[in-house]
């Protein structure tokens, strides 16, 4: 089960400058998007005779992309025989409807239209690709206000690995240690610490079943997207 908390390490307990500059995870950070994305999944295992399974079974897998919702919903991962092309197939469904129920979390447009009036930048960096996730923001109102986008096809590595949070920084102007970075899984949580960023669970989001947020490591954990406000206000933004 997981908890909602302030870690032992809170950056609320630091003597830090403001934040120039917020980062958010896409799925379970800043869009419900678990939905469609149980809609795709649901067609794809009609199409192999399987009965649909409930969005809320599926949900806590989100944030782990394909490989976490395809093992959810057909108990296979990566090194099996048949997994790329079940992967290609589900998201070729996706690609069709990945704006279909997508919505903000709750106050998230008042939360970014408040960072931004501070004049803190936002990034996005996601590990959905680009062709799923520009069409996504567009539909939902934010792209391409938000100030950066940076997907996987344009790093190396993704989530865990820094580069896309570091590249985030840049594009923006911003130092990582004026950042905050915003993401309901643990390899958020991994990639901001390694680039430098202060870190902050999205407890709300898709965290999978047994995780406790608590042992992740972050500055701090917010139940809501008006949290992530009164975190930024709490450190001068």
């Not at 290609?88 to 960072?115: K, N, P, W």
């Not at 690709?129 to 539909?139: D, G």
């Not at 790093?155 to 950042?179: F, H, I, N, T, Y």
Request: hydrophobic residues 45%; glycine residues 10%; charged residues 20%.
């Amino acid at each position: 089960m997981h908890r909602t908390c302030i870690s032992s390490q809170s950056a609320a307990t630091r003597d830090l400058a403001p934040p120039a500059a917020v980062l958010l995870d896409l799925d379970g950070t800043l869009a419900d998007t678990a939905a469609d994305l149980a809609h795709a999944l649901n067609r794809l295992r009609d199409e192999r005779g399987m009965p649909p399974l409930a969005v809320s079974e599926l949900r806590p897998y989100v944030s782990q992309g394909a490989r976490g919702m395809l093992g959810c919903a057909f108990e296979i991962d990566p090194a099996d025989a048949g997994y790329g092309a079940l992967r290609d197939r589900f998201l070729a469904i996706y690609a069709e409807s990945c704006a279909r129920q997508a919505t903000l979390f709750d106050g998230f447009a008042d939360v970014l239209g408040e960072l931004r009036g501070r004049g803190l930048r936002i990034g996005i960096v996601t590990n959905k690709l680009e062709r799923f996730a520009a069409p996504l923001l567009r539909a939902l109102g934010v792209w391409p206000d938000a100030d950066c986008l940076i997907t996987p096809d344009l790093l190396r590595l993704p989530k865990p690995d820094p580069q896309g949070v570091l590249l985030a920084c840049e594009r923006l102007g911003v130092a990582p240690a004026a950042s905050v970075f915003v993401g309901d899984d643990r390899r958020d949580i991994v990639a901001g610490t390694a680039a430098g960023t202060r870190t902050v669970v999205a407890s709300y989001g898709y965290i999978a079943p047994g995780e406790d947020v608590a042992e992740w490591g972050a500055d701090a954990c917010i139940d809501s997207p008006t949290g992530l406000l009164a975190l930024c206000r709490g450190w001068g933004a």
